[in-house]
């Protein structure tokens, strides 16, 4: 499968305990994007990675979430502390970077779905 | 603040139909607009993506418009069928150094009756 993948598919964890997630991205992409969808409503936007740098982050993201891309390839969204209302579904897509010869078209994974008691 | 509105938020119709589902958004400098599927419980499935350049672009049933200077896009869906049942998103692109990322509406909820 050369789609973007997501791990874990399902977390359940009790609130105040730390989660993280994985996503490994479409090899030849070097952009990837990380969203929070709750239910009823489109994925919001929380960071994204350009190679290994981080370029841009969501007043969304606060200081409990943090999210690396240590070698450019994949990325790991890390949520401290957690609260009920961190319970999402958690997206990650990749990309490549939009240039004239590339429409910038993102692909995503399967989500993260994360529930704190 | 709201930047892409899709309307209807629902929508139920017989096999068969012909439907559109449209998508506003208030920003017309954007680099591409994306129309998703998404099936409950999954990730996101691209449909279609135009380019900014670009007025529409078809896949089998599907065709999608883009009208940048009214901030409209629709989603065509020619003959329904059952399996065409579930949540429709549309997303617009931007590329700049003050923000790159998709921003997405809210969805229609679609639901094709055998």
């Known amino acids: 499968d050369t789609g973007v993948s997501q791990d874990p598919r399902h977390k359940i964890t009790k609130r105040g305990q730390n989660v993280t997630f994985r996503c490994d991205p479409i090899s030849e992409h070097n952009r990837l994007y990380w969203y929070r969808q709750t239910l009823g409503q489109g994925p919001e936007f929380l960071t994204y990675f350009q190679n290994e740098a981080q370029l841009e982050k969501s007043r969304l993201l606060s200081d409990r979430f943090s999210a690396e891309r240590p070698k450019g390839s994949f990325s790991t969204l890390e949520i401290q502390r957690t609260e009920q209302g961190d319970s999402a579904m958690y997206l990650c897509a990749s990309s490549l970077a939009p240039r004239p010869r590339n429409t910038g078209e993102l692909f995503f994974g399967e989500g993260s779905r994360l529930t704190v008691l | 603040k709201q930047e892409v509105t899709q309307i209807p938020a629902a929508l139920s119709v017989p096999e068969g139909e012909n439907l559109v589902l449209n998508c506003s958004f208030t920003?017309?400098?954007?680099?591409?607009l994306q129309w998703f599927r998404q099936d409950p419980g999954k990730g996101l499935t691209s449909l279609l993506l135009?380019?900014?350049?670009?007025r529409e672009q078809t896949s089998g049933r599907l065709n999608a418009s883009l009208d940048k200077s009214s901030g409209r896009s629709t989603l065509y869906i020619a003959a329904s069928q059952p399996g065409d049942s579930a949540t429709y998103l549309c997303?617009?692109?931007?590329?700049?150094?003050?923000?790159?990322?998709?921003?997405f509406g809210e969805g229609t909820q679609l639901t094709v009756n055998p």
């Open positions: 135009i380019q900014s350049s670009q």
């Open positions: 997303a617009f692109f931007k590329d700049e150094t003050s923000g790159s990322r998709l921003t």
């Open positions: 920003d017309s400098a954007i680099y591409n």
